[in-house]
């Protein structure tokens, strides 16, 4: 399909400019201090202080028995350095999420947001692991499945029809795949398109359009390098029953060094040791994260 053609589609299957729920202002100026090196646990609490949801539900988690601390917190910049700015970040994130989804109503939308949160974290933790650009793996994780969001939101009769043939499909293609056979594009292309529309960075259209075939070769390049990590956690997210659809999950059950090729953990620098210890933090991070959620949805 030549540009003017893949353009045409684009338009043509999300119904004109793209558009989602914007953040809060209030979210994405607390993402971008907790992003300052600079900024200190008073600097956030003054922020999240001005939000009643955020403090709220910072002073809920702090004191909950997931966290286990022997005595109430009530002192909000004490809530925050005793909870990490990521997990700030992360709460930050799912309420301002969570409110969007309350409007549509659709836990297809909440499994898709949880899949590209899991997908966010695991890129960050297997990133950091290797010392190289996990703020950003967490970025890209994030938004790696934008174009699917994207999709849902815009037309989702559309979507549900490339579901529906995934379904019917039982494993035989992947999700992507089905896409491109009933709508003419994937949610990788929906997403990498939105980026160029969106005026954001090169890289995340790259890394968007890239995250199920990651180029081979020299992970010394940001572009490189990202989308192996991206299609890594993106896999793992699958295999560890984090989907991003409800259907036949073809990745549930099969061994995680199994799954994924030898020569993609070599290429983006994990030994089979260090890998193990990707796949025990990852474990670790995700009980911890889902037993969060679970617990900020049962008390809203």
Not at 45 to 57: E, G, I, K, T
Request: glycine share 6%; aromatic share 8%.
């Amino acid at each position: 399909m030549n540009q003017e053609d893949l353009w045409k589609r684009f338009y043509a299957v999300v119904g004109g400019e793209p558009q989602l729920y914007a953040l809060k202002q209030i979210v994405t100026y607390l993402l971008n201090l907790i992003a300052d090196p600079k900024a200190s646990s008073k600097d956030i609490a003054r922020v999240v202080s001005s939000d009643p949801a955020l403090s709220a539900n910072v002073l809920k988690i702090v004191n909950s028995p997931i966290i286990g601390l022997r005595n109430k917190v009530s002192d909000l910049v004490l809530a925050i350095s005793l909870l990490g700015y990521n997990q700030i970040r992360d709460i930050a994130l799912e309420i301002s999420v969570s409110q969007a989804l309350n409007a549509k109503q659709n836990a297809q939308m909440m499994r898709l947001w949880k899949h590209s949160f899991y997908c966010g974290k695991i890129s960050e933790i297997i990133a950091a692991s290797l010392g190289r650009m996990a703020g950003e793996a967490f970025t890209m994780g994030l938004l790696h499945d934008i174009g699917k969001i994207l999709l849902a939101y815009a037309n989702y009769d559309a979507f549900e029809t490339s579901l529906n043939n995934y379904r019917y499909q039982r494993g035989k293609v992947l999700h992507w795949q089905s896409e491109q056979a009933t709508i003419g594009l994937t949610h990788a292309e929906i997403g990498g398109l939105a980026c160029v529309r969106w005026q954001l960075p090169d890289l995340f259209y790259r890394v968007i359009w890239y995250h199920h075939v990651p180029p081979a070769g020299n992970s010394k390049s940001e572009e490189i390098y990202l989308s192996q990590v991206v299609h890594l956690a993106d896999t793992l997210c699958w295999n560890l029953n984090h989907p991003s659809v409800n259907s036949v999950n073809p990745y549930s059950g099969q061994k995680p060094e199994t799954l994924l090729s030898e020569n993609l953990l070599a290429e983006v620098g994990l030994s089979k040791g260090r890998f193990q210890d990707v796949l025990t933090k990852v474990n670790e991070s995700l009980k911890t994260t889902e037993l969060i959620f679970n617990f900020m949805e049962s008390t809203n």
